[in-house]
């Protein structure tokens, strides 16, 4: 089988796994019912609650009903979208379909996820190759210390810092919220630290690597200036390490952007999360996971396919993993 | 002996020295990185601090004291009472109060890191000494754990089954052991092929005796490292948990419960905010910095340029050698 439909295969044979996931975890290990009532609920209200939802049924037969709805995009009605902080989202009643709404989420987080990475990796980019360029320089040290910071630091209270710092004591950018440039500047900035020293350092020994190869010293030779040699045949050479890493941290920042969206009111696919959990609204907590699930396993797939463009070379061995 | 004496040093003298590797070569080692060296120190203050928060604390870290409310850090309450780093919403000391959390964030990190290493390591090392189906089984499964988003897991989970301590030590280990088994099966396949390995096998040792007395001890220096790392993954991972409120519940305290309380008051007191932030940060960076040293210490081929006592003036921090 070529490798690309193997590796879809697999993806979506983990995108099964993790619905089944999610179907065991809420119905058998937890009552829905009294997830969504809370267990102050009265033994009538469950049981009603427990007959509209189908749950009287044998376990298998809701798991294949469950299983039947997804397929066609029915996620269930949402329990308490009502009760919503959005003033937008106010309007609408109780019992709308969950799958559209998270749907509608995502154009924000993906703005923000999307900033946040391109600001992390054109500077991480930079640096790396700087750092490579001077070995033991002010710059390499600079990058030592933005990687072991971003690993060490909690993104949620890197937020924080920065509210304090530019909303409360300078007053220059809004605290949270939607809408204008000065909204985005923020939750971008909290959202890129990780990834950049992440892959600052990943570009660093790649760099490092490649710049003492024959060929390097060729191009010199032939005296293509530094810039060039650097910044267009060494990366070039080195961008699957490079790709590799910015395609994990680009997952990770799918889930980050949760807390971060938290943090600053970003309406967000994780501000709804977070916002449905607090209110027990099970199927769009249920929705929201699957959606972010799909995603992450998409990007996984989609640096696969990155790696066969970018080096036809790389010769994949029978298990399918990475080279 | 001159400077010009150490540089003209054989390097198989080194070796030597390397040879005789004791305790006080490690501790010499410590003390000569200053970075690993002052981590150390602070890591186990903080322990101290933790195991004995009752004795040393200076405030009962839940005595509300209404006279004390939002005392900035250094700064004394109307009743005389010094603050280091100030109080909260209820004047309740934040020192004691990080003290006491330190506790909660400290032993879920080493409770969570503890459970995930015995459970992935037994199945890492069980997996790559016998191979066959459970082998591949077993690298599947990490395989595709790993591509999952464990955060937004780790929070579906908790919203069933509720937060708490218990759950979430349960949570890190379901969602962890993976990175240990990863390396201890990588480890075992490594070490399978040494002679020493094929040599307990010919004097007849039992698979248990090879695994318990040869393959782990051998194997013990990367998964300390790892297990250094993975204390900093999970305080990280509590802290989120805690500050959206699945996490530690209170009356207990974490620091990442703290930020999420402190979050009401961040443009009056911002001190509860930066404070317990600061405090896991530190953490974080000092055990990142200590399994970095230990990284470079155990390495067979590096060890040797720190273990020996310095003869240049500076040792170089080499990650690419």
Known sequence: MPYLLRRFMQSLLLLFVLISFVFVVGRIIGDPALIMLGT????????????????NQPIWQQYLV????????DFGVSFRYGFSMMPSDALRAEGTPVLP??????????????????????????????????????????????????????????????????????????????????????????????????ISQVVRSAMLDELSKPYIAAARAKGVPEWRVVFVHALKNASIPIVTITGDELSQLLTGAMLVETVFAWPGIGLLLIDSLGRRDLPMVQAGICVVAALVILVNLAVDFAYTVLNPRIEMDNRGGRA | MTAVDAQTLPQDEAHDRAAAITSRAYFGALMRDRVAFVSAIFLGLLLIAALG???????????????????????????????????????????????????????????????????????????????????DVLMRAVDGMMALPSLLIALFILFVIGPGFGNLILIFTLLHWMVFARMARSLTLNHQQHTYITAARAIGGSDRRIILTHLLPNMVSPLIVLFTLEIAVLILSEASLSFLGFGV????????????????????????VVMPGAAIFLTALALNLVAAWARAITDPVQRWRWLTPPRRKSQPIDDED
């Not at chain 2, 519940?249 to 509860?272: F, K, V």
């Open chain 1, 66 to 73: 469950f299983l039947g709805d997804l397929v066609q995009g």
């Open chain 2, 249 to 272: 519940q209170a009356p207990q305290s974490s620091w990442g419960l703290m930020i999420a309380r402190g979050r009401e008051y961040i443009s009056s007191a911002w001190w509860l």
């Open chain 2, 53 to 135: 928060a009752d004795l040393l604390a200076p405030y009962e870290p839940n005595q509300a004291n209404l006279r004390a409310r939002f005392v900035p850090p250094l700064g004394t309450a109307r009743d005389g009472g010094f603050h280091l780093l100030g109080t909260d919403e209820l004047g309740r000391d934040l020192f004691s109060r990080l003290m006491h959390g330190a506790r909660v964030s400290m032993s879920i990190g080493l409770l969570g890191a503890l459970c995930s290493g015995i459970v992935g390591i037994t199945l890492g090392v069980l997996a790559g000494f016998y191979r066959g189906l459970l082998e």
């Open chain 1, 101 to 198: 709404i998270v749907l509608s989420r995502l154009p924000a987080t993906f703005l923000l996820a999307g900033t946040a990475l391109v600001l992390a990796f054109s500077l991480a980019v930079v640096l790396g190759c700087l750092a490579a360029m001077y070995p033991r320089s002010w710059i390499d040290n600079l990058v030592n210390v933005i990687s072991l910071a971003s690993v060490s630091v909690v993104q949620f209270w890197l937020g924080l810092i920065l509210i304090i710092v530019f909303s409360v004591q300078l007053g220059l950018l809004p605290t949270g919220g939607y809408g204008s440039w000065q909204h985005l500047i923020l939750p971008a900035l909290t959202l890129a630290a990780r990834p950049l020293g992440r």
């Open chain 1, 40 to 55: 102050s609920a009265s033994e009538t209200a469950l049981d009603q609650l427990r007959e509209n939802l189908g749950l």
